[in-house]
């Protein structure tokens, strides 16, 4: 969470160690406030909750709920399953608002609270700030008593529904395809093998048995090396704590991002005249192998900062069907939220229509070799506007000119500056990086 004590949100949601940093107390308060914000536009609103495997999960679906009832909205209890079904559930069921309980990709002991609008999509950052405005006012809260109070219940069926929504995305046979998939012990452990056994696709499973501190161990999508392992061949497909990202390994064992990702969505998609505006959305960290890829096939590329809520907003702006940033958060025509399960199908649906398997379909493009350094700092004011820093920047980027690229952007959540860097080679990217870290961490120490 920041540090600024009237700020909860991060760049995703209120995230931080659960029980310390995100307690019950702090889970209901900011329930209680979220639901006197819709409580005020006089229907009858209910509000859906799902979460991940984490431990403490429960303790704080418990503490969402109770805050949603105190302030007499009806919640419902959607259970585990991945943040992509509480989005879709949040729209088939006419919620006035949807919850996940989920750190994400984060290590088991943090844990998170992220919410979706009536359409599925994440909340704004107007919303929010209204929400911690409510969250920190004063003002006493209506009291609720009897019938008023709002009540609870468990949604039967729901990674039913879901799952058989996300049969309706795919629109050519896929029976036969052979993956490996790497649940990382997470929400989508039960979920993803049923959906693809349903569909005909053969499937192996690893990390799929969650004991509640095991997610994200060494398993998902920030480790797409333990699939690659288990493979053995074939293509893997690896999620993460709430299954919102897909990185792929190919059957040669190399690693698939979300970049190449969406360069293979666009360029199907452009071949068969369905990629809406010849664009696609990706975020400031995608590779200029990514760029070169697109251009090379005349389709237009928007650029947003980092975070998968700009890249759903530039989406519905330019009406693009494409979207999604390296980490593997792919966003799609339904321009809603990062699903890796339906990105995982989109992909295996490509394959089959195709014919090619993944290893040729990655040659669409050819990645650039990337380094990232964060540097520590004691304060990131006035790093953009720092004359050493600019400098050093300038100087590396002459020398690279078109065939590199440069980014230095300070952290969303912590004291550090990212500063990373694409060039021909691993060895001047890590050079190049160096030297300007050198200079971030003299100039703003």
Not at 221 to 234: D, I, Q
Request: charged share 20%.
């Amino acid at each position: 969470m920041s540090s600024d004590s009237q700020r909860l949100f991060g760049t995703d949601g209120v995230r931080g160690v659960a029980n310390t940093e995100l307690t019950p107390q702090l889970a209901f308060r900011l329930a209680r406030a979220a639901g006197d914000m819709i409580a005020r536009d006089g229907r009858t609103p209910h509000v859906v909750i799902g979460a991940d495997s984490r431990r403490s999960g429960p303790m704080l679906v418990a503490s969402v709920a109770a805050g949603f009832n105190s302030v007499g909205i009806d919640t419902m209890d959607l259970g585990i399953l991945p943040v992509g079904a509480v989005s879709r559930l949040t729209i088939e069921t006419d919620a006035a608002l949807g919850v996940m309980v989920s750190a994400s990709h984060n290590p088991a002991p943090d844990n998170g609270i992220k919410f979706f609008g009536p359409a599925g999509v994440k909340i704004s950052e107007a919303a929010e700030h209204a929400i911690e405005s409510r969250y920190f006012a004063d003002e006493p809260y209506p009291t609720v008593t009897g019938a008023a109070v709002g009540t609870q219940e468990t949604m039967l069926g729901a990674t039913r529904r879901y799952i058989d929504w996300l049969a309706t995305t795919v629109h050519h046979r896929v029976d036969g395809i052979e993956i490996v998939i790497d649940c990382a012990n997470g929400a989508a452990s039960s979920t993803a093998p049923a959906l693809f056994k349903e569909l005909g696709i053969s499937v192996d499973v690893m990390a799929d048995s969650p004991n509640g501190i095991n997610i994200n161990d060494g398993v998902g999508a920030t480790h797409p090396e333990a699939v690659a392992r288990f493979a053995n061949g074939k293509v893997g497909l690896a999620f993460d704590g709430d299954a919102d990202r897909l990185i792929a390994v190919d059957e040669d064992g190399e690693i698939v991002n979300g970049d190449v990702i969406m360069a293979i969505f666009a360029k199907w998609q452009h071949d068969t005249g369905s990629l809406d505006n010849s664009t696609v959305v990706a975020t400031v960290m995608s590779n200029l192998g990514f760029h070169n890829a697109m251009k090379g096939l005349g389709i237009d590329v928007v650029l947003t900062p980092v975070g998968d809520r700009n890249v759903v907003t530039a989406m519905s702006d330019v009406k693009a069907v494409v979207g999604g940033e390296q980490s593997g958060h792919i966003l799609l025509e339904d321009r809603t939220t990062g699903d890796g399960l339906r990105t995982a199908l989109r992909l295996i649906e490509v394959m089959a229509d195709t014919g090619q398997e993944l290893r040729q379909l990655r040659r669409i493009m050819s990645e650039l070799p990337q380094v990232l350094t964060n540097v520590r700092v004691g304060s990131k004011n006035g790093w953009d506007t720092h004359a050493s820093i600019a400098a050093e920047i300038a100087h590396h980027e002459d020398k690279l000119g078109s065939s590199g690229r440069i980014l230095v952007r300070p952290s969303g959540t912590e004291p550090l500056i990212r500063v990373m860097v694409e060039a021909p080679t691993k060895e001047e990217a890590t050079a190049v990086a160096g030297s300007i870290a050198a200079v971030v961490e003299k100039s703003l120490a």
